[in-house]
């Protein structure tokens, strides 16, 4: 290992004394097809692991999988209770079905998103912009789950608009809008 450098996935390899393949088998919690790996083997990878303080390359296993495991919350402002219970509300709600949460403040959503930054996002707060109007159809277009949460989103609780959904906030608590959020974003994620 480079001195100064993050562990590798092959510098676990070689303390453990197996292969790459091994390696991402046991870190990825597959059996390994057709070949077992022991008990001691994975132990060892572990061992490895702990030793080096190996943490896996997101944006690597990303590429790889074409998708992030992450969820952008995007939120106007903070200082708002509404949109800060929101955002706090996501982050937690998110995890617990897979989704790592960023949180993104005023229009940077735009730029994070069209960059590939994560699966899907949920954004909150003032009225669409043409900026954001843009940004939302063209993430439409690439299929990217997308939810905003609207003081007005017209007739209905739930409107779908060009490959995006939105949520009229009403009078609903956000603990009620975090959880119709979630269920929305999740429908588009897993379609």
């Known amino acids: 290992m480079r001195h100064g450098s993050n562990p590798t996935i092959r510098d676990v390899a070689e303390v453990a004394g197996v292969s790459l393949t091994t390696v991402s088998y046991v870190l990825s919690g597959r059996s390994g097809g057709t070949t077992r790996i022991s008990q001691a083997t994975q ?50 709600i998110l995890p617990e079905h897979g989704y790592q949460v960023v949180i993104l403040l005023g229009g940077s959503w735009r730029q994070f998103m069209l960059s590939g930054g994560a699966d899907g996002v949920i954004r909150t707060g003032a009225a669409e912009t043409d900026n954001d109007a843009a940004t939302t159809a063209e993430l439409a277009g690439r299929g990217v789950a ?34 119709r959020a979630v269920a929305v974003l999740l429908g588009r994620l897993r379609s």
């Open 146 to 179: 997308q939810v905003l949460i609207a003081d007005d989103a017209g007739d209905g609780s739930l409107a779908g608009r060009g490959g995006y959904d939105v949520l009229s906030a009403g009078s609903d608590s956000p603990e009620v809008l975090a959880g």
């Open 43 to 92: 132990d060892r990878v572990h061992a490895a692991v702990r030793e080096l303080g190996y943490v896996a390359n997101r944006a690597a296993q990303g590429m790889r999988r074409g998708r992030t495991e992450l969820v952008a919350v995007a939120v106007t402002d903070l200082e708002q209770p509404r949109e800060r219970a929101l955002a706090t509300l996501l982050a937690g």
